[in-house]
T-cell receptor, first 114, second 115 residues
Framework: DSGVTQTPKHLITATGQRVTLRCSPR?????VYWYQQSLDQGLQFLIQ???????AKGNILERFSAQQFPDLHSELNLSSLELGDSALYFC?????????????FGPGTRLTVL | AQKITQTQPGMFVQEKEAVTLDCTYD???????LFWYKQPSSGEMIFLIY??????QNATEGRYSLNFQKARKSANLVISASQLGDSAMYFC????????????FGKGTRLSVIA
């Protein structure tokens, strides 16, 4: 158990809908990262937050947004969903000041868009 | 920009044998970190081993060792004494410069351990 929690574990929805994925980082970790794992694109970085502020942006679509709250949990919002958004979404967290940069991954949320 | 290349989509190894999973990387950052993660069929990402670009010695963690050749920009994972439970996808990843930066992943190698 990495200490990172993600809910829900599975999500099935229809095209055009909006969903919210939730992540709680390990206690004390200030950085939260969101990754998307799909069959065709592999594991891709979406967005990073550090202590409530957006730190880095990767291949995140405009239909997707995220935020990190004062208690450091984070939410990833996916809207106008398309079939191609079906994927495993991971949240990871890391310790501030840890030069190794080891990231601890949550169990993932498997999103299926029908 | 950073790039990770894993050229072996799939590998087979006999139980109790050693296996090497290849990983090459490309970066212009003077300082970086290299990681290996294991993803079993259940889907979770399990951290295996880390190598810093300035580390003088190759990293080892139990049955896992990282064969780091900086000049060749390679960071191969060696698993000794393979076990059936080692069957999984293995991802090589890197981050640049500082600790709090996103990881860039390779496409992975699927390892199958045969009894």
């Amino acid at each position: 158990d990495s200490g990172v929690t993600q809910t829900p574990k599975h999500l099935i929805t229809a095209t055009g809908q909006r969903v919210t994925l939730r992540c709680s980082p390990r206690s004390g970790d200030l950085s939260v990262y969101w990754y998307q794992q799909s069959l065709d694109q592999g594991l891709q970085f979406l967005i990073q937050y550090y202590n409530g502020e957006e730190r880095a942006k990767g291949n995140i679509l405009e239909r997707f947004s995220a935020q990190q709250f004062p208690d450091l949990h984070s939410e990833l919002n996916l809207s106008s969903l398309e079939l191609g958004d079906s994927a495993l979404y991971f949240c990871a967290s890391s310790v501030a000041g840890d030069l190794t940069g080891e990231q601890f991954f949550g169990p993932g949320t498997r999103l299926t868009v029908l | 920009a950073q790039k990770i290349t894993q050229t072996q989509p799939g590998m087979f190894v006999q139980e109790k044998e050693a296996v090497t999973l290849d990983c090459t990387y490309d970066t212009s950052d003077p300082s970086y970190g290299l990681f290996w993660y294991k993803q079993p069929s259940s889907g979770e990402m399990i951290f295996l081993i880390y190598q810093g670009s300035y580390d003088q010695q190759n990293a080892t963690e139990g049955r896992y060792s990282l064969n780091f050749q900086k000049a060749r920009k390679s960071a191969n994972l060696v698993i000794s004494a393979s076990q059936l439970g080692d069957s999984a996808m293995y991802f090589c990843a890197m981050r640049g410069n500082s600790g709090n930066t996103p990881l860039v992943f390779g496409k992975g190698t699927r390892l199958s351990v045969i009894a």
